[in-house]
Nanobody, 120 residues
Framework: QVQLVESGGGLVQAGGSLRLSCAVS????????MAWYRQTPGKQRELVAH???????NYADSVKGRFTISRDNAKNTMYLQMNSLKPEDTAVYYC??????????????WGQGTQVTVSS
């Protein structure tokens, strides 16, 4: 069974940095795309950054220039490096993956979420 395990959230002062990790475990054929989302109370879940196996990356305007998404294929791990953090970055961050985990189909998986809190 495929599982996404997140880590790296915490409390940081404005201007600081955090790096989130998302490790994929279990049996699968390939990872086709992965993304980071975030959600705050009263708002819909927001796409922060994503990449595909073709090497394309995209960022939300609110984080462009501050956040960087990356991956380590050997470790099946995705990272989100967050620099120059602002209080408005406070949210629960979720890892998402579109993973070919059976012969027949690709499935979507979600991590459990990790809290990022940025103090002013």
């Amino acid at each position: 069974q495929v599982q996404l395990v997140e880590s790296g959230g915490g409390l940081v002062q404005a201007g600081g940095s955090l790096r989130l990790s998302c490790a994929v475990s279990g049996s699968f054929f390939s990872i086709n795309a992965m993304a980071w989302y975030r959600q705050t109370p009263g708002k819909q879940r927001e796409l922060v950054a994503h990449w595909t196996s073709g090497g394309n990356t995209n960022y939300a305007d609110s984080v462009k220039g501050r956040f960087t998404i990356s991956r380590d294929n050997a470790k099946n791990t995705m990272y989100l490096q967050m620099n120059s953090l602002k209080p408005e970055d406070t949210a629960v961050y979720y890892c998402n993956g579109r993973i070919h985990s059976s012969i027949a189909a690709e499935y979507e998986y979600w991590g459990q979420g990790t809290q990022v809190t940025v103090s002013s």
